[in-house]
């Protein structure tokens, strides 16, 4: 019984008459295409870890850099991304599901699995696009000192530090501080550093001479302003850990009068928020920032063709191509290519944010 | 030596096609997977969560573990959802084979070069 080859329709042997590893062209081919694209994102993943390992200032740690989650305050650390993970594997069980739906002919079953499939990766690239956004816009932004200073600090338990830092490291600001103190350098307000605390006035937009005046007030200013105090919150190792008096360190805030030293201290050409094509407020090595969008957005990139590969094969087994053609083997190299892009980021997941 | 080319028992790709019973254990089988990887990342999450990175041997055992869970998560897919499990194993050969080596190689000197990189830095930089 075994070596007994099996007459079969010529389209479907290969040109020689026979079939190694009795699996079509197709499928075949598929897997040399996902082992070379493997290499691709092992060579990247490794070019990361050598910059990583080259460096010998501390690197940014995942679940400092990306803790927020959409329209909510606060610190969720990892979440979001745990959510993506989540719903990449779960899309990557519908479509082995819509494979195994094909193997049974089940023409519904695998209509039903490949839509969910869909709405799985959509949902994902969705996400991934709000992470790109919410890097690019940043969290507050930060400056590099222009000489060295010692502040006192307090970590997350409220005990003190005392801080030596040096010209040229960061100093990190809240979220809050961090987006007026943006707003205000884009629009040309003053800003007045007094009090451990930061005025910023903007002016109106509107015209000089307020149109009947409310009595004598209106003659005492010419132009409307307003001046608003944000209480100055700096935070140091805001993305690092820094590790000291046998303590670890990271996120020191940094307030009152203490803050309006550094700020004082502040080299005003380094302040930068969020990320740009020419310096983000990440991490002292900026090229983790670039690191993050080329392999998180090649990954995106080969989502976004899983998609599209994954809808056009949706409306083929719609209209009955596949019933036609008596076999689902499409539903099934299509799904070769779908678990390969959520096992890229089973990886890219672990060494990016996790390790 | 076997010859791998001749299908065997209607064993080819194709026409690979199994009953509706048949398809109830494969499909309790990919639940149970499914489950199975789902803990291994809520077990992952938590751990990045609650360890925080340091230089001590407990940070490098966790880091390990991470590796290694990602390798357990990865073989899941590859050899149950991508059914590299259900192939020849000449195929299972083919694919798995030259990518291991090549990439442990590549890790190998990545970190090796890496780390020359960062001791030249902190002597001479």
Not at chain 1, 217 to 245: F, G, I, Q
Not at chain 1, 267 to 284: H, R, S
Not at chain 2, 98 to 119: D, K, M, R, T, W
């Amino acid at each position: 019984m075994s070596g007994h080859a099996e007459a079969l329709s010529k389209e479907q042997l290969w040109s020689g008459g026979k079939s190694p590893f009795s699996i079509s062209y197709g499928k075949m081919m598929m897997w040399y295409f996902l082992v070379s694209d493997a290499l691709t994102f092992g060579g990247l993943l490794t070019a990361y870890g050598v910059i990583r390992h080259a460096s010998a200032d501390p690197w940014p740690v995942g679940e400092q850099v990306f803790e927020s989650l959409p329209m909510l305050h606060g610190s969720y650390p990892l979440i979001y991304v745990a959510l993506m993970t989540f719903i990449l594997i779960i899309s990557s069980v519908t479509m082995v599901l819509a494979v195994e739906a094909g193997h049974r002919m089940d023409k519904k079953g695998v209509i039903k699995w490949m839509g969910y499939t869909f709405l799985g990766g959509v949902f994902f690239l969705g996400s991934q696009a709000w992470e790109w956004s919410h890097f690019i816009h940043g969290s507050g932004g930060g400056f590099q000192l222009s000489a060295p200073i010692t502040v006192n600090a307090s970590d997350d338990h409220g005990g003190d530090v005392s801080m030596s830092l040096n010209a040229g490291n960061w100093v990190h600001m809240t979220s809050d501080l961090g987006h007026a103190y943006e707003h205000a350098l884009e629009h040309g307000d003053k800003v007045e550093i007094a009090n451990g605390q930061m005025m910023i006035t903007s002016h109106a937009s509107h015209d000089d001479h307020g149109h009947g005046g409310h009595g004598h007030e209106a003659d005492a200013h010419a132009m409307a302003s307003t001046t608003t105090a944000y209480p100055l919150e700096l935070v140091l190792n805001k993305y690092t850990l820094e590790h000291k008096d046998g303590k670890d360190y990271r996120k020191l805030t940094v307030s009152g009068a203490e803050a309006e030293k550094l700020m004082k201290t502040m080299a005003p050409n380094t302040v930068v928020f969020g990320a740009n094509l020419k310096k983000n407020e990440y991490a002292v090595q900026q090229q983790y920032a670039n690191f993050f969008f080329f392999i998180t957005g090649f990954h995106g990139f080969h989502v976004l063709q899983g998609v599209i590969i994954n809808l056009i094969v949706f409306l083929m087994a719609y209209r009955g191509v596949f019933e036609k053609r008596g076999h689902y083997e499409m539903v099934e190299k299509v799904g070769l290519f779908w678990h390969f892009v959520d096992l890229v980021w089973v990886f890219v997941f672990t060494f990016f944010y996790l390790v | 030596m076997e010859r791998d080319d001749l299908i065997v028992n209607d064993s080819y790709s194709v026409n690979a096609r199994h009953s509706e019973e048949e398809g109830k254990k494969i499909r309790k089988k990919l639940y149970m997977v499914t489950v199975f990887l789902t803990a291994i990342t809520v077990l992952e999450i938590f751990m990045g969560v609650y360890f925080k990175r340091n230089g001590t041997f407990m940070w490098e055992t966790i880091k390990m573990s991470f590796l290694l869970l990602t390798l357990v998560k990865a073989a899941y897919i590859v050899l149950i959802f991508m059914h590299l499990g259900d192939e020849r194993k000449n195929l299972k050969y083919v694919v798995l084979l030259p990518y291991a080596l090549f990439i442990l190689y590549l890790i190998f000197i990545g970190l090796y070069e890496g780390l020359s990189v960062q001791n030249l830095n902190n002597t001479f930089g």
